[in-house]
């Protein structure tokens, strides 16, 4: 047993670590409200230019649109559940929707898609 000005080693590493775990689900909880209304955004993007490609008759778009929809929803969603690993799930689903936005932008502007 070591002792630190006083206390035992074991009482001061476990006030650090509670208070370390205590400042990493403050920031956790903050970050909840930036990350739903960043997907929120999204959301409301992806159903306006899904839209306008359905307008057109152009279902690629259409269906890149929806699935990026469908992403952002979902991390909107999981950001508030108490699940283990949850910052890698955020991250995967708004990667995956940002991909299927990307790949719609492209294709909107690429000549063997001119409807999008």
Not at 75 to 85: E, F, K, M, Q
Request: charge should be positive; include cysteine.
């Amino acid at each position: 047993m070591i002792e630190i000005a006083g206390l035992d080693s074991s009482y001061v590493v476990g006030t650090t670590t509670k208070a370390i775990q205590g400042l990493t689900n403050g920031i956790v909880d903050i970050s909840k409200g930036p990350v739903s209304t960043d997907s929120a955004g999204k959301l409301v993007k992806s159903v306006y230019k899904g839209l306008k490609g359905y307008a057109k008759g152009d279902f690629l778009c259409t269906g890149l649109c929806a699935t990026s929809g469908v992403f952002e929803t979902a991390a909107g969603v999981v950001v508030w559940l108490p699940i283990t690993g949850k910052i890698f799930t955020v991250a995967a689903l708004k990667s995956a929707s940002k991909l299927c936005m990307t790949i719609r932008d492209l294709s909107a502007g690429g000549p063997t898609n001119p409807l999008c």
